[in-house]
């Protein structure tokens, strides 16, 4: 079993910022990719962010230039920095982790941005 745990999100106002993380813990076998998806209500999952243990990164064309991925190989976290915060962005965001045996996801944490 894999458990991803994410923390950091919240309210915040349009033009702000937040942190996210989360922490993979378990029978972690060879991590390909970490990154983070949102789910909007009413809408699609998406992919916002990836971190590639290559060390290729990837991007939402609606996040360039705003948020961030990062990733600590040796704890397993990846965290997503996001700034200039629109109401857009307001979605659940979800954790996610492929390894050589399956893919994984986290429970999500709420992002609401007020305009």
């Known amino acids: 079993q894999v458990q991803l745990v994410e923390s950091g999100g919240g309210l915040v106002q349009a033009g702000g910022s937040l942190r996210l993380s989360c922490a993979a813990s378990?029978?972690?076998?060879?991590?390909?990719?970490m990154g983070w998806s949102r789910q909007a209500p009413g809408k699609q999952r998406e992919l916002v962010a990836s971190?590639?243990?290559?060390?290729?990164?990837n991007y939402a064309d609606s996040v360039k230039g705003r948020f961030t991925i990062s990733r600590d190989y040796s704890k397993n976290t990846v965290h997503l920095q996001m700034n200039s915060l629109k109401p857009e962005d307001t979605a659940v965001y979800y954790c996610f982790l492929g390894d050589r045996l399956g893919d994984y996801w986290g429970q999500g944490t709420q992002v609401t941005v007020s305009s």
């Open positions: 378990g029978n972690i076998f060879s991590i390909n990719v």
């Open positions: 971190f590639a243990t290559s060390g290729n990164t």
